[in-house]
């Protein structure tokens, strides 16, 4: 959904800019910088590309990089130093958040001194506030009043975004979800565990003790124990 929001976001009667994501011949699209190549990062991706903008991917691995640029070739890359993330915020027209760190409040990793150096009313959406956000000037906001406006830059910082198109999100979640369930109701919860490691490691409590996978290998074998 993030294209799409942004999309609204950057239009002169929700306050933005009055741009078009995709430009149109001879008027240059519009520049998206995503921090974080994750399942979120490239979601965003695909789905701005699809709208026609012109997307610059930052994350801290060149593994992650060279996967998404093999899948993605129009986009641009960079190593998410300090310094580039700096660059491209200053550039951008909207700015996505999808940083994560699986068990951890996500870093932050722009600071308000970038966030007042980005150009006036362009666009944050920070996908990283279930986690406490990733932009120093995040906080989180509800779907009846999704925006604020922070150092000049329209904020979109909304936990759960999918809560408005619930019907789709329900039905997407349940085609995942619903081979994980099968299997549980077939193999019951001990030998699901053993068996599918996608299972195991999404444990979060366990005969009612807080618990994290502390050893995991090609077979499937764990190893559990209390954080």
């Not at 580039?84 to 700015?95: G, K, L, P, S, Y």
């Not at 019951?188 to 490691?197: D, F, H, Q, R, T």
């Amino acid at each position: 959904m993030t294209a799409q929001i942004a999309a609204r976001l950057l239009q002169n009667n929700d306050g933005g800019k009055g741009i078009m994501l995709g430009g149109m011949p001879g008027v240059a699209p519009a520049e998206v910088v995503i921090i974080g190549a994750g399942m979120a990062g490239i979601s965003a991706t695909r789905a701005f590309l699809g709208l026609g903008a012109h997307v610059t991917v930052l994350d801290q691995s060149i593994d992650v990089l060279q996967r998404i640029y093999d899948r993605f070739p129009s986009i641009g890359t960079m190593v998410a130093t300090k310094r580039n993330i700096e660059r491209c915020c200053a550039f951008a027209d909207v700015v996505v958040g999808a940083v994560s760190v699986p068990g951890e409040r996500s870093p932050i990793v722009v600071s308000r001194e970038v966030v007042a150096k980005m150009k006036p009313r362009s666009v944050i959406i920070d996908l990283s506030i279930d986690q406490g956000g990733c932009f120093e000037t995040s906080r989180p906001t509800k779907h009846d009043y999704p925006t604020y406006i922070e150092e000049g830059v329209i904020h979109y910082c909304v936990p759960n975004i999918p809560g408005v198109v619930a019907r789709t999100a329900t039905h997407a979640f349940m085609n995942f979800a619903l081979p994980f369930i099968s299997e549980l109701a077939n193999l019951g919860v001990e030998e699901a565990i053993k068996k599918n490691s996608g299972i195991a490691a999404a444990i979060n409590t366990r005969n009612g003790e807080i618990y994290k996978l502390t050893r995991f290998n090609i077979k499937g074998d764990t190893q559990h124990g209390p954080k």
